[in-house]
């Protein structure tokens, strides 16, 4: 089953998905083209895997680390399908991540993998846009790179668990002005998504509706103002959103300030990141 949330007749509605059209519990239709969508489930959090596809850790000239790492969004970044993405003035490096987004079902703590699976309500399609002009400050937490206003997009939809199984291969791919930059299964993921929950779980509740991303393949790059980004995922839809320019720049008077480092550059242009650990970045 899908549902999505959109407004309607201005309040926030929950309905299901009718072949071309949208239907509220009221019975109310709506065709999806006319549709102005909201984020498909409302997080308490968001969290996030940071290497999980081989394809990524290949281009990256690295190697995984025997469990996975996280970061953390801020559910201020939410946006949905259509929604515009922000890239401020006076910044260059916004880059696109096409992610599958889990979502949780029920309170969730302390379970083995086996155990995640149930707790595990569905799926939705996620675009988990980096901002790398501050990759340099924040001391690798990357609020801002991943935090910032607009950068995390979900949606159109929520597929429940029942319906859509990661677990058969699914294709995930992410278009820029039609055409295709990451293209990748989810047979490529080194840790499931049930490993990810349980992993997590550990030391953090889990609330329904909790999100985690579940991390992206190769070719993530840098998009302009004007570009159309899709991610499209098999059985799970296509999240398109547009890439807008900040209607303000970022303030110079106050704060860490934008910057083009090595690390900044080797991350939003998919480099080798060997330097790590052995030299500064070279700026």
Known sequence: METRRILLDGAATTVQRDGD???????????????????????????????????????????????????????????????????????????????IAIVIGRTTRNVSQAQAWDHIAGYTVANDYGLHDFRDTDAGSMLRVKGSDTLCPLGPGFVSAD???????????????????????????TWDMAYLVADLARTITLEPGDVILSGTP??????????????????????????????TAIRDDVGAQPTESEEVLSTALGGDWEFRGIRKPQR
Not at 220 to 234: A, C, F, L, T
């Open 21 to 99: 059209d949208l239907v509220a519990g009221d019975g109310r239709r709506v065709a999806i083209p006319d549709a102005i969508h909201l984020p498909p489930v409302l997080p308490s959090k968001i969290l996030c895997v940071h290497l999980n596809y081989v394809s990524r850790v290949e281009e990256f000239g690295t190697t995984l680390p025997a469990a996975p790492t996280f970061f953390h969004k801020p559910v201020s970044a939410l946006n949905a399908h259509e929604g515009h993405v922000v890239r401020p003035e006076r910044c260059t490096w916004l880059n696109y991540e096409g992610e």
């Open 218 to 247: 190769a070719n993530s790059r840098p998009v302009e103002p004007g570009d159309i980004v899709e991610v499209e995922v098999e059985g799970l839809g296509t999240l398109r959103n547009t890439i807008v320019s900040g209607p």
């Open 163 to 189: 319906a859509w199984d990661p677990r058969d291969g699914m294709r995930i791919r992410t278009l820029v002005n039609g055409e295709a930059k990451q293209d990748s299964t989810t047979a490529e993921m």
